[in-house]
């Protein structure tokens, strides 16, 4: 028992990590609300330029989403800040690990705001027509209203899935909670700074996930 | 351009790296097939326990499942990996890797088991017991089934995000399919390796992911 709170709850250890870790949980807020804000701006700018049904536009749109869909989150961050610098383009970890991230977000974003679109019922265009408002009017006041309700729930989880993706930034030594953690643990030999940085992952996923399940509650019976 | 090729889609560093991918790729397949079984199963039991279970203990797994979902899997790899031989537990990077992702994924799973249980109208189950099914035979022939169909989208999707996670073992030095990349890059010193991973990971993965894609929009135009 005492070698398990030595080990991992050693409040030393513990108070010692702490200002780089909250440093990196700073970090990994910001990676948050910036691949969020990519994302889910991007996704919904594509799902709308897939209205004009433009062949050109929508076979690049389909490619972007295919793309960032089905690759790991992973191999998109290492890509672009290991392999990207031979062509010349160079990022920190944290626009390699944001841009990757919002990439992704905005993949699955596009898919689910077009879904969303695609599934109101025809009429609520054609009333809108006959109620003489222009098409643009007819979007933002009729067509996007239900479709984000339709959409937020969807959006939500994938946008807990691909946040919690931040963590990976690690691999190109972003120094964000889990980075600064584990280089403190390195040089304590002791991984309590890894349950701090565990307990601010939860302390950071726990609400959204609640909420999520709420969000999800509200929409279907169970 | 040519400039570019020469960089990004190097033929002779293909080849020479070609069998290091090969067997990255194999260590790849060897983790998915071990988790994925696993982390549904552990899933279903989940799922199937909650609906045996009284007020509190079901209480009891909504929290669990959210707590496993809240975890980056890569946190709980790295704390699966590095904390647990401070113990005197050694595990390798394959077993902290498959406790990790099925860990992960049982919460997950759990959700959607769950969800598709419950969505299934009492009737249902009252009407099996009516006919003298007990409550696994009933779970199995009746439940189950409409349930699975009601959850094939978040199934799939979730199946797919379970793959294309194994690709975290690279981080604990596993030499899967990107982790030899990484390698055959510092070897190679261009970027060939790491192109051809991801077109590796997009070939393979696309018919799949393409399918949830079509489930997907299926499911949302049916709630519409």
Same mark, same amino acid.
């Given at each position: 028992?005492?070698?398990?709170?030595?080990?991992?709850?050693?409040?030393?250890?513990?108070e010692?990590?702490?200002?780089?870790?909250?440093?990196?949980f700073?970090?990994?807020?910001?990676?948050?609300? =910036?691949?969020?804000?990519?994302?889910?701006?991007?996704?919904? *700018? $594509?799902? !709308?330029?897939? @209205?004009?049904?433009?062949? +050109? /536009?929508?076979?690049l749109?389909t490619?972007?989403?295919?793309l960032?869909?089905t690759?790991?989150q992973?191999?998109?961050?290492?890509?672009?800040?290991?392999?990207l610098?031979?062509?010349?383009?160079?990022m920190?970890?944290?626009a390699?690990?944001?841009?990757?991230?919002?990439?992704?977000?905005?993949?699955?974003?596009?898919?689910?705001?077009?879904?969303?679109?695609? =599934?109101?019922?025809?009429g609520?265009?054609?009333?809108?027509? *006959? $109620?003489? !408002?222009?098409? @643009?009017?007819?979007?933002? +006041? /009729?067509?996007l209203?239900?479709?984000?309700?339709?959409a937020?729930?969807?959006?939500?989880?994938?946008?807990?899935?691909?946040?919690?993706?931040?963590?990976?930034?690690?691999?190109?030594?972003?120094?964000?909670?889990l980075?600064?953690?584990?280089?403190?643990?390195?040089?304590?030999a002791?991984?309590?700074?890894l349950?701090l940085?565990a307990?601010?992952?939860?302390?950071f996923?726990?609400?959204?996930?609640?909420?999520?399940?709420?969000?999800?509650?509200?929409?279907t019976?169970? | 351009?040519?400039?570019?090729?020469a960089?990004?889609?190097?033929w002779?560093?293909?080849?020479t790296?070609?069998?290091?991918l090969?067997?990255?790729?194999?260590?790849?397949?060897?983790?998915?097939?071990?988790c994925?079984?696993?982390?549904?199963?552990?899933?279903?039991?989940?799922?199937?326990?909650?609906?045996?279970?009284?007020?509190?203990?079901?209480?009891?797994?909504?929290?669990m499942i959210?707590?496993?979902?809240?975890?980056?899997?890569?946190v709980?790899?790295?704390l699966?990996?590095?904390?647990?031989?401070?113990?005197?537990?050694?595990l390798?990077a394959?077993?902290?890797v498959?406790?990790a992702?099925?860990?992960?994924?049982?919460?997950?799973?759990?959700?959607?088991?769950?969800?598709?249980?419950?969505?299934?109208?009492?009737?249902?189950?009252?009407a099996?017991?009516?006919?003298?099914?007990?409550?696994?035979r009933?779970?199995?022939?009746?439940?189950?089934?409409?349930?699975?169909?009601?959850?094939t989208?978040?199934?799939?999707s979730?199946?797919?995000?379970?793959?294309?996670?194994?690709?975290?073992?690279?981080?604990?030095?596993?030499?899967?399919?990107l982790?030899?990349?990484?390698?055959?890059?510092?070897?190679?010193?261009?970027?060939?390796?790491?192109?051809?991973?991801?077109?590796?990971?997009?070939?393979?993965?696309?018919p799949?992911?393409?399918w949830?894609?079509?489930?997907?929009?299926r499911?949302?135009i049916?709630?519409?």
């Amino acid at each position: 028992m005492d070698k398990l709170v030595q080990n991992f709850f050693n409040l030393s250890v513990i108070e010692g990590a702490l200002p780089s870790v909250l440093i990196g949980f700073a970090t990994t807020v910001q990676v948050a609300l =910036a691949v969020i804000a990519i994302g889910v701006a991007l996704g919904l *700018a $594509l799902a !709308l330029l897939r @209205l004009l049904e433009r062949r +050109l /536009v929508d076979a690049l749109i389909t490619a972007w989403i295919e793309l960032f869909r089905t690759l790991p989150q992973l191999v998109i961050i290492i890509f672009l800040y290991f392999a990207l610098p031979y062509g010349g383009i160079r990022m920190s970890p944290f626009a390699a690990t944001a841009f990757a991230l919002g990439a992704v977000l905005s993949a699955f974003c596009a898919e689910i705001f077009s879904a969303s679109i695609a =599934a109101l019922p025809k009429g609520q265009w054609e009333a809108a027509r *006959a $109620l003489n !408002l222009p098409t @643009l009017r007819t979007l933002w +006041l /009729v067509i996007l209203p239900q479709a984000v309700r339709l959409a937020t729930p969807l959006i939500t989880n994938r946008v807990i899935a691909v946040t919690k993706g931040s963590a990976l930034g690690v691999a190109v030594s972003l120094n964000d909670t889990l980075g600064a953690a584990q280089s403190y643990m390195a040089i304590v030999a002791n991984p309590s700074p890894l349950m701090l940085a565990a307990a601010l992952y939860l302390a950071f996923f726990i609400p959204l996930v609640t909420l999520s399940r709420y969000l999800e509650r509200r929409m279907t019976p169970y | 351009m040519e400039l570019f090729l020469a960089n990004f889609a190097n033929w002779d560093s293909l080849v020479t790296v070609w069998p290091l991918l090969m067997q990255g790729l194999v260590v790849t397949v060897q983790v998915v097939l071990v988790c994925l079984p696993l982390a549904a199963l552990c899933g279903l039991s989940v799922g199937v326990g909650y609906s045996l279970a009284g007020p509190n203990m079901r209480r009891a797994i909504v929290v669990m499942i959210d707590l496993l979902r809240s975890f980056p899997a890569l946190v709980l790899l790295v704390l699966i990996y590095y904390s647990l031989p401070a113990f005197g537990i050694r595990l390798s990077a394959f077993s902290a890797v498959v406790l990790a992702l099925v860990l992960n994924n049982t919460g997950y799973f759990g959700e959607i088991f769950r969800a598709g249980i419950m969505s299934i109208d009492k009737g249902q189950s009252e009407a099996a017991h009516a006919l003298g099914f007990g409550f696994f035979r009933a779970m199995i022939w009746i439940i189950l089934p409409q349930a699975a169909q009601r959850v094939t989208a978040p199934l799939a999707s979730n199946a797919l995000e379970l793959i294309k996670a194994t690709s975290i073992a690279s981080i604990v030095a596993m030499p899967e399919l990107l982790r030899s990349a990484r390698v055959a890059q510092e070897l190679t010193y261009n970027p060939t390796p790491l192109t051809a991973v991801a077109v590796i990971f997009f070939v393979l993965l696309w018919p799949f992911s393409r399918w949830v894609s079509v489930l997907e929009r299926r499911a949302i135009i049916a709630r519409g």
